[in-house]
């Protein structure tokens, strides 16, 4: 909505810069260049951030085809159609979803990939507030808009050998689908995934298949905060005192040598960052993909 809104507020603006300003007023050739500009602005405005998107899932027929509940209070949503794999979509990128249903259909929301696309796509959803709910209860059937893929949260930006995946919470979704596409060689690839509770965490048996086939390396970290700010699981009495970059090179020991993909909520994907200054981990090897909308 407040994108509409902002879009409205430049498009009224625009008459009173040729009524009141003087340069056009005195310049008709400047004034009617300047026409033309905005009207091919704005018609790539309306096609692209409007209607191709509507065209092209229009076209494609995308409906919902599967509506799974997951571990965590998650759902997996699967999208297929007509050439699917037109629409270009790598692991770790997202979607703006459109559920064309009474409720739904003027809001679109963002989602991640949760596995590598191929002839569909899927997402998997967390309860996180009313209209996550309602999509939860999507019908098998029901027909979405589907504009994307967005982001580079990808195998595009990689540039090492070793791969090093964080993932905590519904974050899990888009380090699932990296996990699953990623050319690899067996040991190349380190998944750290922090859950609260091992026996309620989204998507973990699909996780734990993909590393066992593909030789990746797993670590499922579970258990309380610590009471700091932090992104590993409190320490226990009796055990050694460590810091978290020290905790975490133990765990990834190609670490400081890795392309690093972090996804979670803020404050862990943030303390997770910290870490990794803390081994001089050069910035461009730390990819985050944060789910604060």
Known sequence: ??????????????????????????????????????????????????????????????????????????????????????????????????????KQWWR???FSVSASPSDTIRFTVGARGDDTILLQETKPGTRVILEGPFGVFSESKRTKQHVLLLAAGIGVAPIRALAESLASDPGDVTVVYRVTDRSDASLLDEVERICRERNHTLHVLDGPRPNSPGFLPKQLAGEQIAPEYAR??????????????????????????QALKKLNVPKASIHVEEFAW
């Open 108 to 110: 679109p929301h963002p």
């Open 1 to 102: 909505l407040i994108h509409l809104v902002s879009y409205l507020a430049i498009f009224a603006s625009i008459p009173h810069q040729f009524t009141l300003g003087t340069e056009f007023l005195a310049e008709p050739l400047v004034a009617g260049y300047f026409i033309a500009l905005y009207v091919f602005v704005g018609l790539n405005v309306v096609w692209f951030r409007f209607l191709f998107p509507i065209v092209q899932s229009l076209a494609l027929s995308l409906r919902v085809t599967t509506v799974r509940p997951e571990a965590n209070r998650t759902t997996s949503i699967v999208i297929g159609g007509k050439a699917v794999e037109s629409l270009g979509a790598e692991a770790g990128q997202f979607f703006m979803l459109r559920v064309l249903t009474a």
């Open 248 to 273: 975490l090179l133990a765990l990834a020991p190609f670490a400081v040598e890795s392309d690093i993909y972090i996804c979670g909520p803020s404050a862990w994907s943030n303390a997770a960052v």
